[in-house]
């Protein structure tokens, strides 16, 4: 497969694909998920972030060799289909394979559930090429406070998760704040010395929930060297979303672990049941009213905010339940850059968007 680009690859620096492949699904062709290799070449997509997302549902001792599993997953498909897909680190890689028409597939790890509070295994994921870890995930940590649980657990950092945070950045490991609690958050931006992102996460001024961020975190990433990738759940766009189905983002992830927890050991179960989820709440309430004017708004609020040296894209495919209309998978891409140019972007700046921010980002915390 040779991705055809339209004048430049775009890089998205979040998606839970390797949940898909872990049920069974092949990169070659997964017509009921987000990305696979054929729309990832009509998205112009040059770099995917593959997030291993560990459950904080798992019992002990499951968390680190779950991630594992999922990063075993990832070479194996680039193994398998060499000619479209290359594992890399490093920007210089990612330039490389994106150069010869090829996707650069780029491994992360969502929460820091994985490491087990082992530094140890922590540097054992960065051995295994991980490139940025997302410090929590719905549930508190003993190390970290998240956005998705009442109160604010460990009370943002304890000192082991400042002592992560340090051992990531001395690894190459970028810290991701998105999930994170504010007091997290701001306990980052203390101990950071090294740019830190956050991966897949939206403007809480427009859609104001804890799992987005405010003005004063936005500007900070920026402040630090980092970026924003947007999430497109509409959940995180649209204040709406959440009110029409009558949930809470609380009851939202509640329910997500719910499912997780009951097919711990079925991934296949897992994903037919979280799209029968899906399904059943958009036949109640009909598609979401987010769309790509929704999701354009939030990547103007983030330059807005902090510049356009600040933003890229954070997709979530295959991890969200839901996309606004008009995106339909990896493959809707240029849809986006199509619409943001009639809302007066300019080529460089929607370079930076899908492309030159993050190389940015990688080349100064390797």
């Known amino acids: 497969m040779k991705n055809a ?10 998606c839970d694909t390797l949940l898909e492949l872990q049920g069974g699904a092949d990169i070659a062709g997964n017509p009921p998920g987000h990305v696979d290799l054929p729309r990832l070449g009509r998205g112009g997509v040059g770099l995917q972030v593959f997030a291993a997302f560990v ?31 290359v594992r890399v680190r490093t920007a210089g890689e990612a330039e490389a394979a994106a150069g010869a028409g090829k996707v650069a597939a780029m491994a992360a790890v969502e929460s820091g559930v994985a490491i087990e509070q082992d530094l140890g295994k922590l540097e054992t994921l960065a051995r295994r090429g991980i490139r940025y870890m997302t410090l929590t995930h719905a549930r508190h940590l003993p190390w970290a406070a998240s956005s998705g649980e009442a109160g604010d657990g460990p009370g943002g950092l304890t000192a082991f998760g400042r002592e992560v945070v340090k051992a990531m950045e001395s690894l190459g490991v970028i810290v991701d704040v998105s999930h ?15 740019p830190f992102i956050a991966s897949h996460s939206c403007a809480a001024a427009l859609c ?4 987005n961020l405010t003005d004063d975190q936005i500007r900070a990433i920026g402040d630090g060297g980092g970026v924003v990738g947007v999430n497109f759940f509409p ?33 296949a179960r897992r994903n037919a049941e979280m799209r029968r989820t899906a399904d059943e709440a958009r036949a109640a309430m009909g598609p979401p009213e987010a769309d790509l004017d929704t999701l354009c ?23 969200v339940t839901d996309l606004p209309r008009g995106i339909a ?8 850059l199509d619409r943001l140019r009639a809302r007066g972007w300019s080529d460089p700046r929607i370079r930076k968007l899908t492309w030159e921010n993050f190389m940015r980002v990688l080349r100064d915390t390797e």
């Open 180 to 194: 994170v609690h504010e007091k997290t958050f701001w306990d980052v931006v203390r101990v950071a010395a090294r």
């Open 329 to 336: 998978d990896c493959g809707s891409l240029p849809a986006i």
């Open 55 to 85: 459950s904080s549902a798992l019992p002990a001792g499951r968390a680190f060799p779950e991630a594992n599993v999922l990063l075993d997953l990832l070479d194996g498909a680039c193994l398998r289909h060499p000619e479209a897909l």
């Open 208 to 211: 104001p929930i804890a799992r």
């Open 297 to 319: 708004d939030h990547l103007e609020h983030v330059v807005t905010i902090a510049g356009e040296d600040a933003v890229a894209f954070g997709s979530d495919f295959d991890g």
């Open 5 to 14: 680009f339209r004048s430049f690859p775009v890089a998205d620096l979040h």
């Open 235 to 267: 959940a995180f766009l649209d204040p709406g979303y959440l009110r029409g189905r009558g949930k809470s983002m609380d009851a939202l992830f509640a329910e997500l672990e719910r499912i997780e927890r009951e097919t711990l050991d079925d991934p």
